[in-house]
């Protein structure tokens, strides 16, 4: 039998000098393999540390770090700027940006059932998967979010705390301007020019719209989830409930939402789509233009009687333009096939005059709500 030659993997005759050679396994000396054949160790040495780092994921000694994952060791957590049911939301420093560093804290070790935390830790996983893959100007922008179990210390104004490894955080684009119900109380006396309304409601609508064509419902749309930018740009916020619309409404059912902007079919607990949505966002609509809130004084039994059996609505100001009213009437119709699609409300919404003005009539410059009747009309 003809010996095979020994063919070294540093040139060759015919092929270039970058080629692999063939070597003879039985005559590999191990013990030498460096010298003689250092691209052979290296392979060895690549295939042992690839079984090793498995073997160490198996055990749970490697953290993977998923794609919407962020390295705490970049994130600064600085004071606090709104509260919570389940955390408090900070400004914070994230490699560079100024973010909001939302924290959920659902208790300390030993004193919340594993189950709870579970739950929790799915609902999380939930409104970062729905998060941080979208991409819209009247989108709050995701950075990035941790799931816990590792060390988060917030800088205040006493130096460094840690806070407990049970602590989620969602890391999202700081916007100056306030959650956009702020704003309205602000201009509660003054209102708004009518050219402002239409372009916050606007904002809103598209956000929604595209929300709607990825298939996300919101489910708690209402002007405290609406964050405004330095320009006043409109953002929707807080996908703590919003789900991937389900193709069987029958999938999609239970009291989700907020008392007040809830239309009447989630309200009694029926199948509901996306047009849940638009029923909100109707009543966002309202509060924009009036820079009020509905219903103040009424229980949450009374409100859903009234919303769901006598098809309770805000009330529409008398000097409020028609074309507007009509965008807020057949947004909260009380029969969700006959509501619009978001996009056909942009459309509607793009299509209003305010070169007229229209706006909410300030208070104590008329005697009633509004003087409709008179040429006078809101700025």
Avoid at 268 to 295: A, H, Q, T
Avoid at 299 to 316: C, D, G, K, M, Y
Wanted: net charge positive; proline share 4%; hydrophobic share 35%.
């Amino acid at each position: 039998m003809e010996e095979s030659k020994d063919i070294r993997g540093g040139g060759g005759s015919g092929g270039g000098g970058g080629g692999v050679g063939l070597v003879r396994a039985d005559q590999i000396d191990l013990a030498k393999i460096e010298e003689q054949h250092p691209f052979i160790k290296g392979l060895f040495l690549e295939s042992r540390g690839r079984r090793q780092r498995r073997e160490e994921e198996t055990r749970g000694n490697i953290h993977v770090r998923r794609e919407w994952e962020i390295d705490p060791s970049k994130l600064v957590i600085k004071s606090v700027i709104a509260r919570g049911t389940f955390g408090t939301v900070h400004r914070g420093i994230y490699d560079g940006l100024d973010v909001a560093v939302k924290l959920l804290d659902w208790g300390e070790e030993g004193h919340i059932r594993q189950a709870e935390i579970v739950a929790n830790r799915t609902a999380f996983a939930q409104e970062v998967s729905v998060w941080h893959k979208l991409d819209h100007p009247n989108v709050t922008k995701f950075i990035g979010a941790t799931t816990g179990g590792t060390e988060l210390n917030i800088q205040g104004d006493n130096g460094h705390s840690s806070v407990s490894h049970n602590v989620c955080c969602v890391v999202v684009e700081y916007l100056p301007g306030g959650a956009l119900k702020n704003f309205l109380i602000k201009n509660r006396r003054k209102k708004l020019a009518f050219k402002v309304v239409i372009q916050l409601a606007l904002d809103l609508a598209r956000g929604l719209s595209y929300l709607h064509l990825k298939n996300i419902v919101h489910r708690d749309v209402k002007t405290e989830n609406m964050l405004l930018d330095k320009n006043r740009t409109v953002k929707i916020a807080d996908f703590g409930v919003a789900r991937v619309e389900a193709s069987n409404p029958n999938d999609m059912t239970g009291e989700t939402g907020t008392l007040g902007y809830m239309a009447p079919e989630v309200l009694i607990g029926k199948p509901y789509n996306r047009k849940c949505d638009v029923y909100s966002f109707g009543i966002c609509l309202w509060e924009i233009y009036c820079c009020d809130m509905p219903y103040h004084d009424l229980s949450f039994s009374e409100l859903t009687s009234a919303v769901v059996h006598q098809n309770l609505r805000p009330e529409i100001p008398r000097c409020c333009p028609s074309s507007l009213g009509n965008v807020m009437r057949r947004c909260w119709d009380a029969n969700s096939e006959r509501r619009p699609q978001m996009d056909e409300v942009v459309s509607m919404l793009q299509a209003i005059d305010t070169s007229r003005g229209g706006g909410m009539i300030p208070l104590g410059q008329s005697h009633s709500s509004c003087f409709c009747f008179l040429k006078n009309r809101g700025p």
